[in-house]
């Protein structure tokens, strides 16, 4: 089975724009999580979609959103760049969106802001 | 709220000697417990986790963890390190009263030295 693909592998935008991250899961698998990784914040949850609907979200502003295609492939979108939002975005994939289940992680999509 | 502490930023060993890499969790009941690995730019990869049952748990590549509840920690471990086991290790914490969430430490970086 093909592991978790993340689209574009990397960006640069500048600050004010808005960028759309995508996801594709790994075939069958129904959740989708994204994640931010930086240096100084290390790894935050960002929200998690299972079936089309976000289940969770972790504590970011609005500014960063998402959706999850009937396919279960899930986009993530961040609105208004800045500076701080450079960071690598990883997502994640399981079964059934089950706490025990394993997540499978994408590579990641390295976004740098300027 | 969960956390997860790793003390060590980064741990240095040479090739063939033992490791340890240390992970304390707050958590009131037992949590869902993960060791992740990430090789430099590359996603997180999966080495071991822990939901009940016996306290020490295999993984992939050799590694090994130990539940210990009266100190709240879950110790990676393997016996001999090779070059390629190089990389940042993730202890992650996650519980089904937060949803599918995985709570990350601040990871520790091994460099294995010849």
């Known amino acids: 089975k093909a592991g978790v693909t993340q689209t574009p592998r990397y960006l640069i935008k500048t600050r004010g724009q808005q960028v759309t991250l995508s996801c594709s899961p790994i075939s069958g698998h129904r959740s989708v999580s994204w994640y931010q990784q930086t240096p100084g914040q290390g790894l935050q949850f960002l929200f998690e979609y299972f079936s089309e609907t976000q289940r969770n979200k972790g504590n970011f502003p609005g500014r960063f959103s998402g959706r999850q295609f009937s396919n279960s492939r899930s986009e993530m979108n961040v609105s208004t760049l800045e500076l701080g939002d450079s960071a690598l975005y990883l997502c994640?994939?399981?079964?059934?969106?089950?706490?025990?289940?394993?997540?499978?992680f994408g590579p990641g999509t390295r976004l740098l802001v300027l | 709220a969960q956390s997860v502490t790793q003390p060590d930023i980064h741990i240095t060993v040479s090739e063939g000697a033992s490791l340890e890499l240390r992970c304390n969790y707050s958590?009131?009941?037992?949590?869902?417990l993960f060791w992740y690995v990430q090789s430099p730019g590359q996603g997180l990869q999966l080495l071991l986790k822990y939901f009940s049952g016996d306290t020490l748990v295999q993984g992939i590549k050799g590694f090994e963890a130990e539940f210990k509840r009266s100190q709240s920690s879950f110790n990676l471990r393997k016996p001999s390190v090779h070059w390629s086991d190089a990389a940042e290790y993730f202890c992650?914490?996650?519980?089904?009263?937060?949803?599918?969430?995985?709570?990350f430490g601040a990871g520790t970086i091994l460099r294995v030295k010849s």
């Open positions: 958590y009131g009941a037992t949590p869902y």
């Open positions: 994640a994939s399981s079964l059934g969106g089950q706490v025990q289940e394993t997540q499978y």
């Open positions: 992650a914490v996650a519980s089904p009263e937060y949803g599918n969430k995985l709570v």
